[in-house]
């Protein structure tokens, strides 16, 4: 979106944690205390008791002669129509009780939002200012795959690029289409993930059913997913009023892609990629703008972006060592990869108990 987000100030090679005292002080995120139930029984010989005592006062004793009167049998009445009960809302998909329970180091990072999450227990582990409606910039396109996907009969399927797709703001990142070209929906997200490619965004939001609709499925999907602070009103995140997230929401959408759509964090993490021309479109040579997979270990991916409202804003994901990490940082400048660095250091550093984590209450990746 905007300023190109690879003009990040160079930073040096990630440092290892070989035994910071500092970092020894924070405990593993998978001891988290389990709290025990107890549930009181009442006694039946007691209750038995009563309710002989109870007959007697009420019907006296019984002769064989003298049947007991019937009960008055009870006048029918029209019950009144019950409401359908509200549905609950999602609970927290992602777990803040590491990160609000324990200090948290001071990793002088400069997003004004930033979230840490271990992948592997959805908790997170480090954050600032978490649930503030900020600008979301072009993460807005992890919901705007995440419907396309709901949509889509496969990543093969091919769709037509509307003349509407090509008329976004021209300063903006695109992906370089044309109108009445027909790429697979494969293409089109390379053209997302790699060039932050408003057309190609508009392209999807228009593919499957009207645009309009669209927007309000990208909604509903975040409502679904628990984002709570979070509205759509387009699907590029071109800064808009009514169009907001935090670092905590999108973290989720993140989530979601890279625990459960592996074939969408392969296109993601990809750091160039070319599709040869054919009949219904031009070659499509792109390259990653998420710096990060160049220049750090095990990183995987995710989206970059850019506006004037939002700054410079990473979801990252990274593995290392059989654990998966995730760093989103909204509202950062120039050192935008540094801090996504020193989210993810800091995560990686954490001791892993051989104990296994408590489940999620709800596993929101799945509803």
Request: include cysteine; glycine fraction near 4%; charged fraction near 20%.
């Amino acid at each position: 979106m905007g300023s190109n987000p690879t003009d990040e100030a160079t930073s040096p090679p990630p440092a290892t944690f070989d035994g910071d005292p500092n970092r020894q002080e924070r405990p593993s995120p998978r001891r988290l205390p389990f709290r025990s139930r107890r549930v009181l029984a009442g006694s039946a010989l007691a209750l038995t008791v009563a309710v002989l005592i109870a007959a007697t006062v009420v019907w006296g004793p019984s002769t064989p002669w003298m049947p007991r009167p019937a009960a008055p049998r009870p006048v029918a009445t029209p019950s009144a129509p019950q409401e359908s009960p509200s549905p609950l809302p999602v609970p927290p998909p992602l777990d803040e009780t590491y990160a609000l329970e324990y200090p948290q180091p001071n990793l002088e990072i400069h997003a004004q939002s930033a979230v840490l999450v271990d992948l592997d227990t959805l908790q997170v582990l480090w954050e600032r200012d978490p649930h503030s409606r900020r600008a979301p910039a072009s993460l807005t396109k992890l919901v705007t795959v995440l419907v396309a996907m709901d949509l889509a009969t496969s990543l093969d399927q091919v769709v037509t690029v509307p003349a509407s797709a090509t008329q976004v703001e021209p300063d903006s990142t695109l992906m370089g289409l044309s109108p009445g070209e027909r790429l697979s929906v494969r293409d089109l997200l390379y053209g997302i993930f790699l060039e932050s490619g408003n057309d190609a965004a508009e392209t999807l939001a228009s593919a499957f059913v009207p645009r309009d609709r669209f927007i309000q499925l990208m909604n509903e999907k975040a409502a679904q997913l628990g984002m709570r602070d979070t509205h759509f009103s387009n699907p590029t995140g071109l800064d808009a009023p009514d169009h907001y997230s935090s670092a905590y929401d999108l973290a989720i959408a993140a989530a979601v892609i890279a625990v459960h759509e592996p074939e969408l964090l392969a296109i993601a993490g990809a750091r160039s990629v070319v599709i040869p021309a054919d009949a219904d479109h031009p070659e499509y040579d792109m390259r990653t703008l998420i710096r990060l997979v160049e220049v750090y270990p095990g990183a995987t991916g995710l989206k970059t972006g850019y506006t004037d409202d939002a700054g410079y804003c990473l979801a990252a994901t990274a593995t290392r060592g059989g654990r998966h990490l995730l760093a989103v940082v909204l509202h950062s400048d120039t050192n935008l990869t540094t801090d996504a660095e020193r989210l993810l250091d800091d995560g990686f550093s954490i001791p892993v108990s051989a104990e296994p984590p408590p489940p999620p209450a709800v596993d929101f990746l799945t509803q």
